[in-house]
């Protein structure tokens, strides 16, 4: 099993809606380790880099300044295989398409609101972790329960 990290961050409605201990609790069930977090309100500049791929579409402009609304919590998490079932636990794009039980399917309704954000694939992932955090440091640690998470 890849050990890999993700980048995970609770979008502005997230934090408003004070889901941010719900989400995180998620994921320290799951097993998964915390590796960074902090809350900040994200610039234009850092908001528009995160998308960048995305510059093309017609709601480009409506997610930058969504994601720079209010505060957001940045995230590092890691574990086996993390990128794509945090991706799982997340649900689909549109929290209409996301199965109940995901975090999109309980806690969203509307695409532009769907609360969360994680990294599709590895090298996204450290692409967007350099982003958020770059030389602030991303813990590297052990926890005591890894022998009851891993085989
Ligand atoms: P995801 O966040 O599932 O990786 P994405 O990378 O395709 O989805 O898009 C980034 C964000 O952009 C997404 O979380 C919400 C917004 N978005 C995507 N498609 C949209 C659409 N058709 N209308 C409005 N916002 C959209
Ligand atoms: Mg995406």
Known sequence: MAMERTFI???????????VGAIIGRFEAK?????????????KELASTHY?????????????DFICSGPVVAMVWG????VKCA?????????????????RGDYGVEVGRNVIHG????ATAEREIAL???DEGVMEWE????????E
């Open 31 to 43: 097993g998964y380790k915390l590796l960074a977090l902090k809350a900040l309100v994200p610039t």
């Open 132 to 134: 958020w955090f770059g």
């Open 52 to 64: 960048e791929a995305l510059s093309s579409k017609p709601f480009y402009g409506g997610l930058v």
């Open 119 to 122: 990294s599709d694939a590895v």
């Open 79 to 82: 574990g086996g295989d993390i």
């Open 87 to 103: 991706r799982a636990m997340i649900g689909e794009t549109s929290p209409s398409a996301s199965a109940p039980g995901s975090i």
């Open 143 to 150: 926890p005591t329960l890894n022998q009851w998470v891993y």
């Open 9 to 19: 961050a609770v979008k502005p409605d997230g934090v408003q809606r004070g889901l």
